[in-house]
């Protein structure tokens, strides 16, 4: 995909009892109601018609999202005269790490929103109008002003739909166990379409009539989207997850509320002494992290078997957040490098700096059937997660070692060494991400999906985070050739570290609770 590890399939789960142990509301009274389960109707291709609404959906949400996130990083330090907010490189690296980061540190509180007030239904639709009046003051209020206030709303937005469309999809999918899998692959490539499209569009739009329109073709996109989404809403959520009937109110509802408004004016307070963002919410992610492990390690209902398979994930989660930070490195220092150091004419053409961006969910179309065809027909016989993390993380060693040298020879780096890293990237994340997603999902205890599911996520925001925090020490043009070395070795040591975990653990890395072996 175009960014690491997006909710494919939501924190809101088709599982009662997993929703009322939503982090946010450990134990106590189940408060949502399982998806309503209708019988199998019509299909297209093999699969219900009520899921291609919301996969189509997640498409023009892909769209806007990664067209908007392409081109961000331009807009906060380009020049006044260029339409740009003329701050510092590592400002803009910050900036668009803690944005990032703080999408995915979003969706525990809009998992939780779903599950408890709006439904699943209602979270994505909800979620739309917020992106796009985010996308919209983005386009249309000047300075740090807009920049912040979109920002806020994009990112609330976005992680809403985020989980609430893999909640629909899922519930539209209730009825046909045996597809589930086709069924979200489809999603799932309709969104690296959708970035694919995005990332083109609005680059093409951006070096050719400016940011503003840049931002409003995202707000456009998004709401051509929820128009197309709209007269098939009543089909496609009837089978989503719903609020039960006792519903949360008083404290329990204000103050988790109350602690998001909190966060975010702590963020805007961060900003305002001059401080790098995102090591707050990098810190908060980590410590929301560590709070969550801990308490279900402290459960005393759990046998040694089920803290034993949740161990052996810990080293998974930590790869996944130095993968996010690798991967993060695309939209901040590599796009400034594409854009100040590097040789993009072809036959003759300059081509917009963000261009090479969009090999990333490319590759995702390209790669993703292939290897599951490639991991179909092996069976047993394929490599281990470890073997598959080391060999993801080894390339892109060698794609960030192969930017470092480029970038230290002096001119302009050649086209080819950014595409040859982007595509690896990509590639590398049709392997670290939904086996990541997978890993967290069969190794959770009866009843602690959510649980992991948030656990995952909240690696990547860490690693995004940290990405944003390392960005302080990058300078264009003067320590390029160090920075890209210095995560040429982050990969490399992940990938010796996945082979010692590979030896470590044996072939079997973990068997679930259904008995099935996770290699």
């Known amino acids: 995909m175009s960014k690491p590890s997006r909710p494919p399939i939501g924190l809101t789960l088709d599982n009662p009892e997993a929703a009322s142990r939503h982090p946010w509301n450990d134990g106590g009274a189940m408060i949502v109601s399982s998806s309503p389960t209708a019988p199998p109707g019509r299909t297209l291709f093999g699969l219900p018609r009520t899921m291609y609404p919301v996969a189509g959906f997640a498409g023009f949400d892909a769209l806007a999202y990664y067209g908007m996130q392409t081109i961000l990083v331009y807009y906060v330090y380009f020049a006044a005269n260029e339409g740009g907010l003329e701050l510092s490189p590592s400002v803009a690296i910050a900036i668009v790490s803690t944005y990032s980061a703080a999408t995915f540190l979003a969706t525990m509180f809009t998992g939780w929103l779903a599950d408890n007030v709006l439904g699943a239904g209602r979270g994505l639709r909800w979620g739309a109008v917020l992106a796009l009046i985010g996308y919209l003051?983005?386009?249309?209020?000047?300075?740090?002003?807009?920049?912040?206030?979109?920002?806020?709303?994009?990112?609330?937005?976005?992680?809403?739909?985020?989980?609430?469309?893999?909640?629909?999809?899922?519930?539209?999918?209730?009825?046909?166990?045996?597809?589930?899998?086709?069924?979200?692959?489809?999603?799932?490539?309709?969104?690296?379409?959708?970035?694919?499209?995005?990332?083109?569009?609005?680059?093409?739009?951006?070096?050719?009539?400016?940011?503003?329109?840049?931002?409003?073709?995202?707000?456009?996109?998004?709401?051509?989207?929820?128009?197309?989404?709209?007269?098939?809403?009543?089909?496609?959520?009837?089978?989503?997850?719903?609020?039960?009937?006792?519903?949360?109110?008083?404290?329990?509802?204000?103050?988790?509320?109350?602690?998001?408004?909190?966060?975010?004016?702590?963020?805007?307070?961060?900003?305002?002494?001059?401080?790098?963002?995102?090591?707050?919410?990098?810190?908060?992610?980590?410590?929301?992290?560590?709070?969550?492990?801990?308490?279900?390690?402290?459960?005393?209902?759990?046998?040694?078997?089920?803290?034993?398979?949740?161990?052996?994930?810990?080293?998974?989660?930590?790869?996944?957040?130095?993968?996010?930070?690798?991967?993060?490195?695309?939209?901040?220092?590599?796009?400034?490098?594409?854009?100040?150091?590097?040789?993009?004419?072809?036959?003759?053409?300059?081509?917009?700096?963000s261009t090479v961006l969009g090999i990333a969910p490319l590759c995702t179309i390209i790669v993703a059937p292939i290897l599951a065809t490639v991991w179909g027909a092996l069976g047993r016989r394929q490599p281990s997660l470890a073997v598959k993390f080391a060999v993801a993380f080894a390339g892109c060693a060698v794609g960030m070692g192969w930017l470092a040298l480029a970038s230290g020879v002096g001119g302009l780096t050649p086209i080819i060494v950014l595409v040859f890293i982007v595509f690896v990237f990509g590639a590398s994340d049709v392997v670290v991400s939904p086996s990541g997603l997978s890993l967290a999902s069969a190794v959770a205890p009866a009843g602690f999906e959510t649980r992991m599911l948030s656990v995952h996520y909240l690696s990547v925001a860490i690693g995004i985070a940290?990405?944003?925090?390392?960005?302080?020490?990058?300078?264009?043009?003067?320590?390029?050739?160090?920075?890209?070395?210095?995560?040429?070795?982050?990969?490399?040591?992940?990938?010796?570290?996945?082979?010692?975990?590979?030896?470590?653990?044996?072939?079997?890395?973990?068997?679930?609770?259904?008995?099935?072996?996770?290699?």
Not at 274 to 287: E, I, Q, Y
Not at 478 to 485: D, L, R, S, V
């Open 137 to 353: 003051v983005l386009a249309l209020v000047p300075g740090e002003v807009g920049l912040a206030a979109g920002l806020i709303a994009i990112a609330f937005g976005a992680a809403s739909m985020w989980v609430s469309e893999g909640a629909v999809l899922g519930g539209t999918l209730n009825a046909h166990e045996g597809k589930r899998e086709s069924g979200f692959t489809i999603y799932y490539l309709g969104s690296a379409a959708g970035a694919l499209v995005g990332i083109t569009l609005t680059g093409a739009l951006q070096t050719g009539f400016g940011f503003r329109i840049g931002f409003l073709a995202s707000a456009v996109v998004i709401l051509i989207g929820l128009l197309v989404y709209l007269p098939f809403r009543r089909g496609t959520e009837a089978t989503a997850p719903a609020v039960a009937t006792v519903r949360i109110s008083g404290w329990a509802l204000a103050w988790p509320i109350v602690g998001v408004i909190a966060a975010v004016a702590a963020v805007i307070g961060t900003v305002a002494v001059g401080w790098n963002p995102a090591t707050l919410v990098g810190a908060g992610a980590l410590v929301a992290a560590a709070a969550l492990l801990f308490r279900l390690f402290a459960r005393h209902d759990l046998d040694r078997e089920h803290k034993r398979r949740v161990l052996r994930y810990l080293p998974f989660f930590f790869a996944t957040g130095a993968f996010s930070m690798l991967y993060q490195q695309l939209y901040t220092t590599v796009a400034i490098h594409s854009e100040a150091s590097t040789d993009r004419m072809v036959f003759g053409i300059e081509l917009p700096p």
């Open 466 to 519: 940290a990405a944003g925090v390392a960005g302080e020490g990058f300078i264009p043009g003067e320590n390029e050739t160090g920075y890209f070395a210095g995560f040429a070795v982050v990969g490399a040591v992940v990938a010796v570290a996945m082979i010692v975990v590979r030896v470590a653990f044996g072939k079997r890395l973990v068997t679930t609770r259904e008995g099935e072996v996770v290699r």
